[in-house]
Structures are given as C-alpha cells and as structure tokens.
C-alpha cells in the first residue's frame, strides 16, 4: 500500500472550505493509502504565537480531524514537534537548500512582507522542514491544493539532489490534486479561496461557527442579478460557488441541483442551503466536542507519536549515515 501524508498549521479553526477541499476527502482515501496527518506545530511558530491559544488550537484541530472521520485504527494522527526525526531531517535538508530557491517561495515573499519587526529566519527556511515532513515516512502521494505546488516542486527537487549526492535514499513523492468541484471560494467575494485568516468574518464559514450563524451567512452570500440557479464558475462565481458547498455536503451533483432548483429563486436555494450547512455544522460541532472533551484524544495521539516515530526512524538513520553523521556501529 502507498504512503500518503498531509500536515496542516494549527493556525485557526478551519473553514467549510477547508473540510470539502481536504478534511473531507482525507475520509474517502484513508482505505486506499497508509495515511500520516500531521498537525504541523513546528510551521506554525514561523510567525509569533500566543503559547497557550496555539496549545488549544493543536488540540482542536485533533479534534476536528477525528470528528471529520479520520479513523485511527486505519490513520496515524500526530503532533509534529512530538516527532524530533522532522526538524532533524529539515536541517539536514536545509544544508543542501539554496537561498536563491528559497527566497522564490511565493509564501516566503507575502508573509515577508507583513513583518514590522524584521523578518524569522524560519520563514525563509521552513521549506526543507516541509519536505522533511513527507520524506522521512517514505511518502508516495502528497494531497494538495494550488497554493503548495510550488513547495511540493521544491521538496522533489531536494530529493533528486540529496539522491545525487548521496545515492538513492529517499523516496520522490507524486502530487495529488484535489477532484474537482473541492475549492470553496468567499461567500462574499466567490472570486477569492475561502481563508480562515479573511478579516471579514461574512467571508468564510469556520468549522466551529454557532451554526445559526453560519446560516446567516449563507443567505447573505453575494449571488448575481439574474436569478438563475446554474453552475457556471465563471459568468456566475457566487451561486456556482453556492452549488458547489450543496454538492459537496449532500453528494448530490451540480446538474441534479441545477434541474432540482430551476422553478426556484435565490432565496428558496439560499433557504434550503442554510439549512443543510446548519444540520452539517450541528452533527459535525457535537462529535468535535465528544473528542475535544475526552481523555481518548490523549491517547490517539500518543499512539499516533508512536506510530509516527518508528515509522520515521528508519528514514532517518538511513539520511543521517548517507550524509556521515553521527558514529558508525
């Protein structure tokens, strides 16, 4: 069976969006794969953290995994940082890592820019802690979305290298593209990815919003003037945007919503749909919390650590005695 790994920052409570373009399909594959979630602690503190909320958001974002339908029994769930072979394998791999490439990450350069106070070396070099991630499990397949294509290019590339200089160590992982019909875009701007950071909070449904609220939102979403209910990302961003969070919740497809919903106006659709992310949002809140409040999360996540260590030990050693670290025994 492949190897598939996955790591998200414990950055912010993700949105609806979050969970259709990879919480929910992260369910769907992990019969097929030997799957890794990582939370990826490590990545977060790039950039200031308040220590007690991004404990909190660690164990949240357990949660949230959990109540999205990850199964331990089938998955490994884990803390990066409680897994010292990451930040091992990511200095290592720092040390075959150009500036110049670095410098190029499209990430590096926005969030360079938001720094008053100069700028954390990690944000520069967290790349190769990022390939780290995924090598040191032997990873085939690496789930993600458009905004990590070019990280993905850079950890292959410091896998061809490494392999170069020091033989065929490490395994070059393939990249997997979400299905299509899996981007949630902003309820109020549908040309825009839906972000859990948006400082509008109309812009984006959280995981953990009331969901009263959460319907609101939905039936303030910016729609267009001509009142067809049709699936067309580009003439019709909003409702098509609309369609899709339908679609993804209820398995239906945009063409049966398009014929269910013809005679309908955008108030009837918007009603219905408020509707379903509320009922989405109560079940989805109420497993969140029996995990969130429970002594068994402790415990998947230890056996995750377990797991996750002895998985990445053998990668480990094998880099560190490619690159002659260490004493031979």
Sequence with gaps: ???????????????????????????????????????????????????????????????????????????????????????????????????????????????????????????????????ADIVIYNTNIVPVGDDQKQHMELTRNLVDRFNSRYNDVLVKPEIRVPKVGGRVMSLQDPTKKMSKSDDNQKNFISLLDEPNRAAKKIKSAVT???????????????ISNLLSIYANLTEETTDTLEEKYKDS?????????????????????????????????DEILDNGRDKAQKASFKTLKKMEKAMGLGRKR
């Design 1 to 131: 069976m492949e190897t598939l790994f996955s790591g998200i920052q414990p950055s912010g409570i993700p949105t609806l969006g979050n969970y259709v373009g990879a919480l929910k399909q992260f369910n769907e594959i992990q019969d097929d794969y030997d799957c890794f979630f990582c939370i990826v602690d490590q990545h977060a503190i790039t950039v200031p953290q308040d220590r007690l909320k991004l404990r909190k958001q660690i164990r949240q974002l357990a949660a949230i995994y959990l109540a999205a339908g990850i199964d331990p029994e089938k998955s490994t769930l884990f803390i990066q940082s409680e897994v010292p072979a990451h930040a091992q394998a990511g200095w290592m791999l720092t040390t075959i890592a150009s500036i110049g490439e670095l410098e190029r990450m499209t990430q590096f350069k926005d969030k360079s820019l938001k720094q008053t106070d100069g700028v954390p070396a990690g944000l520069l070099t967290y790349p190769p802690l990022m390939a």
């Design 265 to 297: 106006n955008y108030g009837e659709f918007k009603t219905d749909l408020a509707e379903i992310v509320k009922e989405f949002l109560t079940d989805f809140q109420e497993k969140y919390n029996n995990f969130y409040n429970s002594d068994e999360l």
């Design 224 to 238: 267009d003037s001509d009142g067809i209910i049709k699936f067309d990302r580009e003439n019709k961003p909003g």
